[in-house]
């Protein structure tokens, strides 16, 4: 294989009442956020050796996205019923709701830092101005809804996986559909990662990852990575590694150029006991972390060995 790792147990953050669907980095700061369906939010201490969370604020429904905007250290959260809350990390004081989606939010993606997008069940894309606080404009990208959303700064594109089992690449400047990559799985395309070189990943309800070269997409690679739905993918860059997550309640981590397989985690290897759904990487600790619908986040140290 020519490089190895260790990947260890860091600790077990218990807290959440309900399924764990979103994490974020609270960029150049000691802290993470966590959100769920009992409608907290919570930061966490990146030192794994703090297991206390910090209830910032609670809101009513379930909440399936949330996206820290650092240059006004605000917490932007998506909920079950399409409500967008504007969360003051300093204050933790909820400077704003709106009702614009009428689905649930599954994802945001930053583009600069006056604007981030929204995607949600009722099949919208939705551009944000993150100084007003509201909605700037909107477009209808399918009759069904949108699972999960990337940008990619390089092209200028945001790329879009859909519950039509479709992946839509958005020109950014014009909100323009250039391309639609029907059929781009056999079902709901739950979750999408850039890699840095050039490289779409997606992950489908059918289980199957698949690896796209921008911007022409076509296919580079393709396998069942799991048994059930991959619910997330984190690229790990300064290991050349990505990592995925999945309703099989497994974690595997990958080679982001092989596509070897490096190790799966799973309940017998202190993984989690349900469906894992979301996976954030903070890379000044080295450290993977998970939220599950069993109600924890994982912390897990990824370092590279010596031979």
Not at 178 to 190: D, M, T, W, Y
Not at 192 to 202: E, P, W
Not at 227 to 250: G, Q, W, Y
Not at 259 to 284: A, C, M, P, R
Request: proline letters at 1%.
């Amino acid at each position: 294989m020519g490089r190895t790792f260790h990947i260890n147990h860091l600790a077990t953050l218990s807290g959440h009442i309900s399924s764990i669907y979103c994490l974020a980095d609270k960029i150049d700061t000691p802290y993470f956020f966590s959100a769920a369906g009992d409608g907290w939010i919570v930061q966490w201490e990146k030192d794994s050796r703090k297991t206390d969370g910090l209830l910032l604020a609670k809101v009513e429904g379930k909440v399936f996205s949330i996206i820290y905007i650092k240059e006004q250290h605000l917490l932007v959260v998506g909920d079950f019923e399409g409500h967008v809350y504007w969360l003051d990390t300093e204050t933790n004081i909820i400077l704003k709701r709106v009702a614009f989606h009428k689905g649930s939010i599954f994802g945001f993606c930053q583009v600069s830092s006056d604007h981030i997008y929204s995607i949600s069940g009722d099949g919208y894309l939705c551009k944000w101005d993150v100084q007003a606080y509201q909605p700037i404009e909107s477009i209808k990208i399918s009759n069904q809804g949108l699972r999960s959303i990337i940008y990619d700064d390089i092209n200028h594109t945001i790329y879009i996986g859909s519950s039509d089992n479709t992946i839509y690449q958005v020109n950014e400047k014009d909100l323009k559909v250039e391309k639609n990559i029907l059929l781009a799985h056999q079902n709901s395309v739950f979750s999408l990662a850039m890699l840095s070189n050039d490289t779409l990943l997606s992950g489908g309800r059918d289980a199957h990852l698949k690896a796209w070269s921008v911007p022409n997409m076509d296919v580079k690679q393709d396998f069942a990575a799991h048994m059930f739905t991959i619910n997330s993918i984190v690229h790990i860059p300064e290991l050349s590694l990505f990592a995925t997550a999945s309703r099989d309640k497994c974690i595997r981590v990958w080679d982001d150029t092989s596509f070897e397989l490096y190790k799966s985690i799973d309940v017998q290897k202190d993984g989690h006991i349900n469906s894992v759904n979301s996976l954030l990487w903070l890379h000044t600790e080295s450290t993977l972390v998970s939220a599950s619908d069993d109600r924890t986040i994982r912390m897990w140290k990824i370092e590279k060995t010596d031979h």
